[in-house]
């Protein structure tokens, strides 16, 4: 199918309509187009897919597509005036539409957020990258807000407060390469951690509880530390490195002080530790009984 044939089923500044492929090689030339601007139309043959756009459109934000399209350099276009690119056009459509208006529908599947990654990268499209990886990065928040409260604190309430947010900074400083962390003042929970991953809540840890003491209630604050860091390296793994983070591993596993183990049994029970947190996310909320 020639692109004469397929330029009638084109509707301008759309996604791709058909995608050719080639069995030989067509002739190229080279053309620029400084001076040229506005809403002049261009023909795209992506990767095979079709696409028309405006030269407004592919010029309008900082990107490959304004060097290429604003004489800065040469493109290249076959016989019949299609400009060819040398990338897979699948996700071409969403570029345009994010070039259009700043703002695009991700894909549902974390492999194709991944590739699109990929696209907006080698078309150095900043704001597109950031908005993939927002989707693909591990969210960890803690809700604090100590002047929630009806009820006089425990005596060692204060202090565990403080070591929740003594916790989160630390997590803050080692990982916040690879997890956003939020931390969030405004809520009806006391201290309350929760997690997520590919844009969903995994898991929650409230570590507030009203307890009765002399007949009074109070509010108790604690500090599952394990449990946090377990929380942690479950959303670790919904990030886009291939294997969980060792040194997460490492607080999180329990040690046998009675005998040693070896680098085998060590790493059977690292995965075990991991299958075990994985399963586990059906169960979301902190269920201990009132008053533990």
Known sequence: MSGESCLHQLQPQTGPVVSVSSVACPKTSTCTYRGVTGNKYVQLNVGGNLYYSTLQVLTRQDTLLRTMFSGKMEVLTDKEGWILIDRCGKHFGAILSYLRDRFVTLPKSRQGIMELLAEAKYYQIQGLMDLCQRALQPVVKLLYNRGNNKYSYTSN????????????????????????????????????????????????????????????????????????????????????????????????????????????????????????????????????????
């Open 157 to 292: 309430s204060d202090d565990n407060l403080l070591k929740n947010i003594e916790l989160f900074e630390k997590l803050s400083l080692s990982f916040s390469s690879r997890v956003l962390f939020i931390k969030d003042v405004i809520g009806d929970e006391i201290c309350c951690w929760s997690f997520y991953g590919q844009s969903r809540k995994l898991a929650e840890v409230c570590c507030t509880s009203i307890v009765y003491a002399t007949e009074k209630k109070q509010t108790k604050v604690e500090f599952p530390e394990a449990r946090i860091y377990e929380e942690t390296l479950n959303a670790l793994l919904y990030e886009t490195l291939p294997v969980p983070d060792n040194s997460l591993l490492e607080a999180t596993r329990r040690r046998n002080n009675c005998c040693s183990h070896s680098e085998e049994e060590e790493a059977v029970e690292l995965r075990e530790r991991v299958r075990r947190i994985h399963v586990k996310r059906y169960s979301t909320y902190d269920d201990r009984p009132l008053g533990h």
